[in-house]
């Protein structure tokens, strides 16, 4: 049978009575409560606030290190700073502990290196006029073509004090020969020189001059001069300045009257030290006028033989433009000789 239910058909069937048997679920579950067992736990007591230890960036290995004081003991910046370079390299994750030892290292140094001026200044400008002396002496012999040609025996002495601005240098030389009872060579120069610096390469000079050089046509010739010098090269291997200023020059001639002339002196003194053994100099100097001119350039060699002596193989050369009647304009003189300094 069916009949509709607000629209919707609604199907019923129908079961006969004794078709309908009664359905018998089992009976439920016994409950059964579930304990869980509980244990004392101790906690120990809570900190606040949280402690907070400090730790420091990762420490550089002991063996980097020593290997970097070891370098630093020697006291040579250029080895501290190829091992620095080579730390570095092996341990990128350390260079700023490297380079902070490296710095600390350059500032000792330049520390150092201050005090030791001060200290050298000091003791410079203390001084009195007779210390800061360095000087040397020269014995040997030469041979003179020229006016002369012969054999002979020669000296020099050079002393030179080195103060903060000011410089002062004295040079003496000899050459003599006699043969046969007479004097074939007898040549002197004598000559002080003033330095002052007027800041790193300029600086100002005064020199006087004596010579006596009767081969040469004159007993005596006495030259004063003033001017600029620049030191061109100042390193400590080598040193090369130049000067320029008037000069005056008196000359007593053999037979000629004596004159007194205005002149250009023209000058420069070159210094190489090769090594600690070898060392090559050269000097020359111009006094340039109307009537006579001198040119003279003296070349040199030194090797060391020991601390204080050293051979020297030197050659000088001395023009003169208009000389005296019955004389020579150029001389030579090649020499080997000792050289002591002290």
Same mark, same amino acid.
């Given at each position: 049978?069916?009949?509709?239910?607000?629209?919707?058909?609604?199907?019923?069937?129908?079961?006969?009575?004794?078709?309908?048997?009664?359905?018998?679920?089992?009976?439920?579950?016994? &409950? &059964?409560?579930?304990?869980?067992?509980?244990?004392?736990?101790?906690?120990?007591?809570?900190?606040?606030?949280? @402690?907070?230890? @400090?730790?420091?960036? @990762?420490?550089?290995?002991?063996?980097?290190?020593?290997?970097?004081?070891?370098?630093?003991?020697?006291?040579?910046?250029?080895?501290?700073?190829? &091992?620095?370079?080579?730390?570095?390299?092996?341990?990128?994750?350390?260079?700023?502990?490297?380079?902070?030892?490296? /710095?600390?290292?350059?500032?000792?140094?330049?520390?150092?290196?201050?005090? /030791?001026?001060?200290?050298?200044?000091?003791?410079?400008?203390?001084?009195?006029?007779?210390?800061?002396?360095?000087?040397?002496?020269?014995?040997?012999?030469?041979?003179?073509?020229?006016?002369?040609?012969?054999?002979?025996?020669?000296?020099?002495?050079?002393?030179?004090?080195?103060?903060?601005?000011?410089?002062?240098?004295?040079?003496?030389?000899?050459?003599?020969?006699?043969?046969?009872?007479?004097?074939?060579?007898?040549?002197?120069?004598?000559?002080?020189?003033?330095?002052?610096?007027?800041?790193?390469?300029?600086?100002?000079?005064?020199?006087?001059?004596?010579?006596?050089? /009767?081969?040469?046509?004159?007993?005596?010739?006495?030259?004063?001069?003033?001017?600029?010098?620049?030191?061109?090269?100042?390193?400590?291997?080598?040193?090369?300045?130049?000067?320029?200023?008037?000069? &005056?020059?008196?000359?007593?001639?053999?037979?000629? @009257?004596?004159?007194?002339?205005?002149?250009?002196?023209?000058?420069?003194?070159?210094?190489?030290?090769?090594?600690?053994?070898?060392?090559?100099?050269?000097?020359?100097?111009?006094?340039?006028?109307?009537?006579?001119?001198?040119?003279?350039?003296?070349?040199?060699?030194?090797?060391?033989?020991?601390?204080?002596?050293?051979?020297?193989?030197?050659?000088?050369?001395?023009?003169?433009?208009?000389?005296?009647?019955?004389?020579?304009?150029?001389?030579?003189?090649?020499?080997?000789?000792?050289?002591?300094?002290?």
């Amino acid at each position: 049978m069916s009949m509709r239910l607000m629209g919707l058909p609604l199907l019923f069937a129908a079961v006969p009575a004794q078709a309908q048997t009664p359905i018998h679920l089992p009976p439920a579950p016994e &409950v &059964v409560p579930f304990i869980v067992p509980v244990l004392p736990v101790t906690l120990a007591p809570y900190p606040w606030p949280i @402690p907070f230890v @400090p730790a420091g960036p @990762p420490r550089l290995a002991e063996n980097v290190r020593a290997m970097l004081e070891s370098a630093m003991r020697t006291g040579d910046s250029a080895t501290v700073a190829a &091992v620095v370079k080579v730390a570095i390299d092996t341990q990128p994750y350390d260079k700023d502990e490297i380079r902070a030892m490296q /710095k600390a290292f350059n500032d000792e140094a330049a520390r150092q290196l201050a005090a /030791k001026a001060n200290a050298e200044t000091q003791r410079i400008r203390n001084s009195d006029i007779l210390e800061l002396w360095t000087g040397k002496v020269e014995l040997g012999a030469f041979r003179a073509t020229g006016n002369t040609s012969n054999f002979g025996y020669s000296g020099a002495l050079n002393l030179d004090r080195k103060g903060i601005d000011w410089q002062h240098t004295i040079q003496a030389t000899a050459d003599y020969q006699k043969d046969r009872g007479a004097v074939t060579r007898e040549q002197y120069l004598a000559s002080y020189q003033a330095r002052y610096t007027l800041n790193d390469g300029l600086f100002t000079f005064g020199r006087t001059q004596w010579e006596s050089n /009767k081969i040469q046509g004159y007993y005596d010739r006495y030259s004063l001069s003033t001017g600029l010098g620049y030191r061109v090269i100042k390193r400590k291997d080598m040193t090369l300045s130049m000067e320029l200023g008037p000069a &005056v020059r008196r000359t007593l001639y053999v037979t000629d @009257p004596a004159e007194t002339t205005w002149s250009t002196l023209a000058s420069f003194d070159f210094a190489w030290t090769v090594d600690n053994a070898l060392k090559f100099t050269q000097t020359a100097s111009s006094y340039i006028e109307t009537g006579n001119s001198t040119f003279t350039t003296n070349t040199g060699i030194e090797a060391g033989m020991s601390k204080h002596l050293k051979a020297k193989l030197s050659y000088s050369f001395e023009h003169e433009t208009s000389p005296p009647d019955g004389t020579l304009k150029t001389d030579t003189i090649s020499r080997f000789s000792l050289v002591y300094g002290f």
